[in-house]
Every structure is written in structure tokens, then in C-alpha cells.
């Protein structure tokens, strides 16, 4: 084993080596060119979807949360029946939010059927 | 293939050589340029364009390259023996095996330096990936932010210790070997298993900028520090938890904590990240506390950074502190540079940082995580103050002192025992308000086995070995020192009674949740498999809570440690508590790296029976020795450890000399923190339901999925395992190095008080008691106190004297006068005055009441139809 570590050590250095340039390169050509432009403005629209969807996660498992402290005794019933309804509605919000969101990509793939559509035809 | 240096360079091969150190230094340059690249694209992605975030991306994957090919280069040149490098020929020689070549990258200050910044590199590969498509808006900053921490450890390499750098006239033939103390499997897992948790640190603390700089202070920045701060958590614990291992069987202190400076470093960041962890849960159930979770998690970074700052700079005498080096004001800069950025940062966003709730009563867990916050922050100021005093002291009056591990001890058990009583407090209580009948039913039985156990402990105690109550130890003669050692003596009780109390508080948890799962129809294992997988942070807590409790356990049974040492010839035999131990014969061995001298003995029970056989030993290194190793053996039991140290043995009468501890309870700790560790494992790791939606966020489908949180956590499972495997492994063989030889022998309880107060002075072992240190010129120095203390002089006299004669800094512990008083004093008084204000806030809030706050809500009329949305989603929850 001590024998082959210095190849081994020389391999990986050569590999990161040429990963490193070669993703540097790719950094500068990008910071140079517009060609990300539209890809990142998509995942930007991507990401604020991302955030509401972790957003229903979280507010799911705190309702879920809640139920169970107030099964286990541990909340009381006007407790328990106030944060649930509160929990409740930042869920519908967001339900809400992420279905508006939902119809601007919808009129988007429709767009785009229709576009493929007349193409095929 | 050979990259080797040209001949008469040191190196063995006559091959045409590449300039390495030339080029690892050129390797750490474009790591510079490249980082410094990164973060500008970042910080312009991060500023109105986008588009520039793929070139931030691929940015920080060129930089994490380049950190890779230059750790790649220097552990190259450790293998093929480069000792025209300076670091290389004063780390390693020609003898030493590849793994400890290997170790001996992080074997020195400029080594760990570069080690860093790898591991760093590690974090933010995986964080980039982990970012790839979400947060958009956070992840610019969380880039920039950690390019701006490597931009600083790599211009310390580059201006101040950089590991390539040569020497400037000849170069040895061979270098000066790894420090024999390093040389052990601990040197390979130890270190980077802390510095992943310090480092981790970084991730969660880039985030938190990010939040600041882009106001997104809900709790979205919360979430995504979430699993970071775990994982950082988890391998800061595991880090600890092998420092006391190493300590334990490696460095022959006889102990697995002994309050140096470099641990306490490590263990700062730890208390503060452990509040951390807890208050932030008040934010994400309560909206609240949001400027307080800034605080901390800012404070726990800022402390992995002093901590490096303390272990690096060498201002304060350390066993393993590196050499005095000029990288400290680089530290001090970058500190300050910290503190003045958070401060603006906090502080321009404090009123996006507003509570949106208000603690109701005081009789509420967002109030027991309150108090859970004070005593581990009280804790963090104690330890502060203690490992940075004979600093301040040396500074502010020009008097060195020391603080020993007696003081620490005193003050920072019953601290400990109040934080573990909350450990079990905590899970009773309701949010937002208990009522006092609920409150009284769930906390009935945890108390109940409380105080049984108390009261089983106080009628059998003292017959199964275990009194409730053990002599105290002074370490003042004022009524501060009264108080403190009686805390101290019965603090076996009270711990053993609070462990049965927390553990009684968490099984209850568990049933509960079990009941309630079952009153559902669930079978009892169904029941408890669901609850656990279903809550998995909750459950995972409460595991943790466990593995405290079980190293509690252990540690409390450091209060039952008996201790002997003798002289005996081949044959002969010691007793010590039920046990007998029997110097059998020297051996000698040798390998071409060392010589090694063991002395097998063998353990009898009562009966005179074998139980066992150990063998202490002494090994030589080739390039030290002038510094012999002592090497511990441990017989390990549940009940107790068997403890031998070889002082010294006579080659000629083959007379040896041996100090044998009898440790009740020390495998606790160990198995304790196994369960930690899994706790901690299991309330990160991802649930299948997050792994699928992770997955389907994706843009692009994938064969093979990757998750960068999930490999990141598997590997914290690996560490995990390698410490268990090699804690069972090492159980019996294990190595220390201690410099004393001799013999120590305490004749009452007044002897080893003073003992205990006054410490060694021959130079070698100044950091040693005079109740510990078995060297000639402390057994000298005992003989003359004895007599002293025969004519009648007063103990507080003879410390005087001694104060007197070698100055402050020989006391084990300051006294308890003048500004030494403020070594208590301040960190009781911040202490006193922060629960003063959190009662009297608590007390504030509740009075006002829930404050209104603006609720969104739907205007439409679909609420019937989300509802029936939700509770599907609910089920899917449920049964996902």
C-alpha cells in the first residue's frame, strides 16, 4: 500500500487538476456569455416554488406535530383548537399560493403544446 | 510515476524531479485567485444578476479542486520523503508507516491549516450540490460567504505558515519524526472528525449570512441551516467524545478530561451550537427568538474560529498546542473583522428580526428551552473566562496563573446537573402553557423514580460501592470553597437521582407516544417503530437525551475512583479496592520505528483467581528518545475500568514501579456517546418523503440519485462506526506518554487536598499536581510539606509559601482573593444577572399577553376544499 500511495496521491491530483480548470473555464465562459440568463431566471421561478412547496412540509408536520402533543395529553383542547386553526390557515396560504404559481406554468405547457402541436402538423 | 525531489534533496529515487514545493505553493496561489474569482461572481449573482450564479457554481467546484490537488501534493511529498519541504522533514522520517504519513498532515500547524481548508472545501462541494436548484436567492451569499472563510485560511498559508514552504539552506538527510505522542490510531480519527465539526460550522453560519444580507429572516434560512448544523453538531460531539478516548488511553493523564486549553476550545462551540440546536426549535414552533438564534449560531462559528485562533497562536500553554507562531494576529484580525460584520449585519436587520409571538407563561417549554440556553451559555462564560484567565491575568496585573482541572470541576458539576435536569423537564412541558394539574401528572413519575433512586442509593449505596455521599475537597479555604465541596459531595447522589429522573422522563415519552399510536389500533412494536421513524428529530432528541444520561452516569462515577501506586519485584502483588494485581515479568520488544518495554501483569479477584491479564508498557521512539511513552492498559468492565500505568521498571532488578486506578463506571461515557451519536444520526436523517421530494424538484431526470445530505450524513455514520469499532478494539491496549517516574504516596485526606492545590515545578510536568505528578523533585517537595504540616503549619500557610516562592501561576487553582475572585465571580454574576432578565422578560410577556399579529388567510371560498386537501396530505404523511 505505502508503495502505491504517491501514484495514487499523483493520479488524484492530476484528475482534480484537470476538473479544476476545466470548471473554471466553464465559470468564466459563463460569466462571459448571456446564454445562463434565461436558465437561471427559470430556476429562480423554480426555486420560489421549491421554497413553498418546504414551506407545506414544515407547516404539514407542525399540524401533524401538534395533533400528537394534544393526543398525548400534552396540549389542551382550546390550546390545541387555536394553534391548529391558525397552522391550518398559513396551510391553505400556501395551498393557494403554490396553485396560482401552478397557473402561469400550466398557460406556459399549454403554450408550448399547442406550439408543438402546430410544428407537427 | 515519481514527482519526487532531485537527488541529494533528501529524497531516495534519482529520477528527474518536479519542483514540488514550487508547485504546491503555485497550487495554492490559483486556489487564491480562483476563490477570490468565486466569490466576486457570487456576490454579483447575488446583486440584481442571476445569470452569474452557474459561474459562482462552477467557480466553487474549481477552487474545491485546486484545494484537493494541493492536499494531494503534500501528502505526496510526505510519502516519497520530500524533506526539502520544512513541514515534511519536521513532521515525518524514513521510518514511519504510509498511515502515519498520512496522519502527519494534520500533524502540524501548517499541515491542520491546509487540512481545514480541504474540509471546508468537502462542506462546500456538498452544500453547492445540495443547493442546485433551491434557495436561489440565499445561495450567491452562502457561496460568497464560505469562499470568503478559505480566502482566509489560504492567505494564512500563503503569508504565514504555509506547509510548502523549504528551507533556506541544507536540507536534512531525514526529518525529525511525528511528535511519538501522535503516533496512534486516535492521530488518524481524532482530529478530523473535530475539525469536520468545527468546520461545519462554517455551512450553517454562511447561511445565516446570506439570510441576513438578503432579509429573508423567516424561517427558511432556519430550515436550510437545519441538517447543516446537525451534522456539524454530530461530528463537534464525535470529535469530543474521541478527545476524551485519546485522553483516556492515550495520553496517560489518567483521566479523559483534563480543562486544557485545546479541548476547552472545542468544547465552547459545542455548548454554544447545543443552545443553539434547542432555541432554534422555539423559532421554528413560536416565531420567536429570531435575534437570539443569530446570536448564537454567529457565536458558535465565531468560536470555532477562536478555538483555532487558541490551538494555533500558542498564546496559552497547551499539552497539544502547536509552537508560538506569528499566525495569531491574522486571527485577531479576522475576528474583529467577524464581530464588526455580524454586529452591522444583526443590527441593520433587526427589525426584520422581530418575534412574531411572545412568551405566555413561564410554566412553558419555550421557557425550560430558555433556562436549557442560560445554563449552557453560563457554561460557555465559566469555561471562557477559566481557559483565557492566565491570559488576562498576565496582561491586565502581570501575574501568571493557572487554573486547573480542580476549579473546572467544582464549578461546572452542579452547573452540569442543572442542564441535565432539564434535559428532562423540557419533554414534559407543553408549549406556549402548561396547567399545573397536567404538568404535576406527567412529571409524577419521572420524580417518583428520582427520588427512589435517591433514597435506594442513600439506604444501599455505601454497600455495593457506591456511598451517596463522598469526602469534599476544598479548593478554597473560604466559605465559597465550603460551599463548593460540599456540592461536590453530594453530587453522586443527586446526579445518579436526575439521571433516573431524566431517563424516567424520556421512557414516559415514549409510551405516551406509543399509546397514542396504539389507541389508533397499532400493535405495541408497530406502534413505537412509526413513532420513532414518523417524529424522527423529536425521537432522535430524545435518544440524545439518553446518551447524556449515560455519560452522566459514567462521569458521576469518577467520584468512587480509587488509586494506588507501588513499587513491587516479579511475584509480588498489590491490592486495590477488590482487586489484585500481579507484576509477573518485563518484555521486551522492538520494531524498526521504536523499543518497546512491557511489564505483564495479571489481575486476581477475591478468590485469588486469574481475571485477567494487562501489560503497561514504555516505548522508545528512534527519532525521541528523550521522550519515552508510557503506555496505559485498561482492563474494561460496565462496572469498572482497571487502570495500570508503568512508572518506571529497573532492566537490571527488574523492579518496576506502578500506579493502578480502579474507575467505576467509565464505559458509560463511552457507550453513552454511541448512543449520542445515534440519536443525533437519526433526527437528521432524511425521511423517504424528503428524499422523493427532493427528487422530484429536480429539473433534469436522474438514473442515479445522489443526495449530497444524504452522503454527507452517511458519512457521519462511518466515523461513527470506526469510533465504536476502535473503542471496543482498543479497550486493552492502549498508549500515553508521561515524562515523571516515581512513586506518589498520600497519607490523609489533608495531604491530598493540599496536594491537589500545588503543582509540580521541575519543568517537565509543570501542569501537574503534586497529588498526581510521581517525578523526583514532586516527591521531594511532598516529603517537605509532610513535614511542615507534622511541625503544625497551617495548610493555607504552606500554599502561601509556595504562592510565594514560585510565584501564582504553581497554585492549581488561584485563591480566592482580590481579582483571582473574578474567575468565579464574573461568570456567577453574568449568570445571576442573565436569569434575572429572563424571568423578569418572562414575566414581561406574560403580562402582556399574546401580542396580535397579522394572519394570512385565503380569501376565497375553496377553505373547504384546502381543508380536504390538507388532511390528505396529512394521511400521505402519515402512511409516506
Known sequence: ?121 | MYWGPPPGCGGSNTMPALDIPFFGTLVLSLTLISASYTMAVAIGAGTGRPHLLPSARWGTYATVALVVVAVCVLAYAFQVHDFRIRYVARYSDRSMPWWYLIASLWGGQDGSLLWWAFLLSGYTFFVTRWLRGRYTELQPWVLATLMSILIFFIVLMLFAANPFATYIRTTPGDGEGLNPLLQNYWMAIHPPSLYMGFVGWAVPFAILIAALITGRLGNEWVRAARLWSMIAWTFLSLGLLLGCLWSYEELGWGGYWAWDPVENASFLPWLVGTAYLHSVLIQERRHMMKVWNVFLLALTFFLTIFGTFLTRSGLIASVHSFARSDIGQYFVWYMAFLIIAIAALMIWRLPKLKADNEIESLVSREFAFLLNNWVLLGMMVFVLIATTFPLLSEWVRGEEVTVGPGFYNKWMVPLGIVLLFLAGLGPLIAWRKATGSKLARAMAFPIGVGVSVAALQFLFGARFGYPPIVEPTEIYDTTTGTVLAWMAAVAPLVSFATCAFVLASVGQEFWRGMRVRMRKGESAGTAIFRLVSKGRRRYGGYIVHIGIVLMFIGFTGAAYDVEQEKALRPGETMAIGDHTVRYDQPRMEADPNKRMIFTDMTLLDASGAENGQVAPAKFIYRTHPQMPTTEVAIRSRLSEDVYVIMSTVDPSTRRGTFRVIIRPLVAWIWFGGIVLLFGAILGMWPTTREFVREEATRVRPRRFRFSPAGAIVALAIIVASMMAWVGVASAQDDTSSSLHAGTVVINNPIERQLFGRLLCQCGDCARLPLDTCACGWADDKRVEVRELLASGVEPSQIQDSYRAQYGAKALAIPSDKGLDRALWAVPVASMVLAIGLVVMMGRRWQRQGVRAHAEASVTTNAELAYDSRLDEELERLEDG
Open chain 1, 1 to 121: 500500500m505505502g508503495d502505491l500511495l504517491p501514484s495514487i496521491f499523483v493520479i488524484i491530483a492530476v484528475a482534480a487538476m484537470l476538473g479544476g480548470l476545466a470548471s473554471l473555464w466553464l465559470s468564466l465562459t459563463l460569466t462571459l456569455s448571456d446564454e445562463a440568463t434565461v436558465g437561471a431566471r427559470a430556476r429562480l421561478t423554480s426555486d420560489a416554488r421549491l421554497a413553498l412547496l418546504t414551506e407545506k412540509e414544515a407547516l404539514l408536520q407542525e399540524i401533524r406535530d401538534i395533533a400528537f402533543e394534544h393526543d398525548a395529553g400534552k396540549l389542551s383542547d382550546v390550546d390545541y383548537e387555536e394553534i391548529n386553526a391558525k397552522l391550518r390557515g398559513q396551510a391553505r396560504h400556501v395551498l393557494h399560493e403554490l396553485d396560482a404559481g401552478a397557473e402561469g406554468f400550466r398557460d406556459e405547457a399549454e403554450a408550448l403544446i399547442a406550439k408543438k402541436l402546430e410544428e407537427a402538423r
